[in-house]
């Protein structure tokens, strides 16, 4: 057990005095403190080039209006930001989201994780993250375009190449990076690669929409390979419907791994054959229908559906978390655990509450890390700004190979620094480590900035 050293504990205090009502960004931030405190205990020169202090300051905060007029010619007006969060390791990078629930503080959150994630992956990308409470469940084709074509008036002028690249998150995917690239060229009057996720012959990466998926299964086959065993054979739950909910379903399968459940705002469904063949692609079916139900599935296939209800009291070996934050709790942990699931793998960013991954971990049930095993997703990205930069789209089998190797150096990072600091077999320890020392050491380098 890592209690928390006194000069994280002093910056963390302090935080909370200052931002008491920013309740997930503390959460990521108390996170990695207490992971970081043997390293920072060991060295006293992060103390005294005051990193903690400057690394829970994102350098830029841009927030904005956004007017558009929905189909009626009635006026709309949402809120837009963009969090730069820390560019010591490279231009800012980190996705969009559009939901109801996004706030400043949710982003800074998202934008503190994305710097360590981004760090990992060895790619030279800094953290940003950025969105707006934009519902776009029930809107037309057409007003999607105008709400993104608004958000993007603003956003140009803060970002590019070699400045602040987004991409796609929750909400946001292939049609609307698509219909916010083309604003962005209009108003920049370049064709670059400040987006990714981009369509493919337009600049865009094979495999970026299965990326985060492949590389959450790549992650967890690595973890089990620790104990001789792999994918194959094992039952395995997931949350979410959404595009890393796709892309772990599609490599699980593929693996011989078999998923049982899928879940969505409105409760889950149990598919105890699995969820194979025809019904991956049935998944894509429901979430461009811009219906906000898993339901369907049920309907559709024949299955039970537990409405209002997550999908952890099923029994599993393995679990992804692939929704949203702080969608499995103590309780939900407490089930797992008393199911027999030996892995958690987040598939989504922060999806287990501080509590519930202190649970698991006491029940010696492996755990890793949204930063650790999501970064697949930002790692092809930062593959397609390279391909951008060299102006040819590399083959499904190259960018599939890199994303594979890029996610085993991930996890032997966390395996290494974890165990370097008397933590073995401790993800977020390492994760947490593996991604702040990178950061850590460049803004030293970079001095007083
Ligand atoms: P999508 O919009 O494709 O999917 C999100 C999914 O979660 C949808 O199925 C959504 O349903 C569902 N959902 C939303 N709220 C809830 C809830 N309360 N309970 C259960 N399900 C819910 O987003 P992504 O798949 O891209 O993102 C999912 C997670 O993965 C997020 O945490 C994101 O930050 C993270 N992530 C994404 C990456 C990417 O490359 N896209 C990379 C790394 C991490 P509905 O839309 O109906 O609300
Ligand atoms: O959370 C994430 O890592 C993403 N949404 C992907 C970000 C990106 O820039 O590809």
């Known amino acids: 057990m890592i209690t928390m050293h006194a000069y994280p504990a002093r910056v963390l205090e302090d935080l909370k005095r200052r931002i008491p009502w ?4 503390l959460q990521a931030v108390e996170e990695v403190f207490l992971s970081l405190s043997p390293a920072l205990a060991a060295d006293p020169i992060y103390e005294s080039e005051r990193i ?4 829970v300051e994102p350098e830029r905060v841009l927030g904005f209006r956004v007017v558009w007029l929905d189909d009626r010619g009635r006026m ?17 990078k980190g996705g969009l989201r559009f939901h109801p629930s996004v706030s400043l503080s949710g982003l800074k959150f998202l934008g503190f994780e994305q710097t360590f994630k981004n760090a990992l992956t060895g790619i030279s990308m800094g953290g940003g993250k950025g969105g707006s409470d934009f519902q776009p469940k029930g809107r037309s084709d057409a007003e999607i375009m ?8 603003e956003l140009y002028r803060h970002i590019g190449p070699d400045t602040d690249v987004p991409a796609g998150d929750i909400g946001v995917g292939g049609r609307e990076i698509g219909y916010l690239f083309g604003q962005y060229k209009r108003l920049s009057n370049t064709f670059s690669g400040t987006l990714t996720g981009k369509g493919l012959n337009w600049g865009g990466s094979r495999l970026r929409p299965e990326a985060t998926g492949y590389g959450v299964t790549y992650f967890a086959e ?3 390979k620790l ?14 419907f959404g595009n890393v909910a796709w892309g772990v379903v599609k490599k699980v399968t593929e693996l011989g791994g078999k998923v049982v459940t899928l879940s969505g705002p409105d409760g889950f469904i149990y598919d105890p054959e699995g969820v194979s063949g025809e019904k991956i692609e049935y998944m894509l079916r429901m979430r461009l229908s811009g219906r906000d139900e898993v339901r369907p599935y049920a309907e559709e296939f024949g299955v039970e559906f537990f409405r209002r209800e997550r999908p952890w009291k099923i029994a599993c070996d393995v679990a992804f978390p692939c929704a949203i934050q702080n969608e499995l709790e103590l309780a939900d942990a407490q089930m797992l655990i008393n199911n027999g699931c030996r892995y958690v793998v987040e598939g989504a960013n922060m999806p287990t509450t501080n509590e519930a991954v202190a649970a698991l971990q006491a029940a010696g049930v492996h755990f890793a890390p949204g930063k650790a095993a999501n970064a697949g997703g930002v790692a092809v990205s930062g593959l397609e700004m390279a391909q951008n930069r060299e102006g040819r789209a590399w083959s499904a089998d190259k960018v599939d190979e890199s994303l594979h190797t890029i996610m085993r150096q991930i996890h032997t990072i966390c395996v290494e620094a974890a165990a370097r600091y008397g933590q073995e077999g401790d993800y977020v320890v390492g994760a947490n480590i593996g991604g702040f020392m990178r950061v850590a050491e460049a803004m030293i380098d ?3 900035v």
């Open 446 to 448: 970079q001095g007083a």
């Open 52 to 55: 903690l202090e400057r690394i």
């Open 227 to 240: 104990e001789g065993q792999g994918i194959a054979g094992k039952t395995v739950t997931v949350s979410g």
């Open 146 to 153: 105008r709400f993104c074509q608004s958000f993007m008036t």
């Open 222 to 224: 690595e973890m089990l």
């Open 22 to 25: 920013e309740a997930e960004f």
């Open 76 to 92: 709309n007006v949402n809120r837009g930001y963009r969090v730069q969060f820390n560019s010591a390791l490279g231009p800012y």
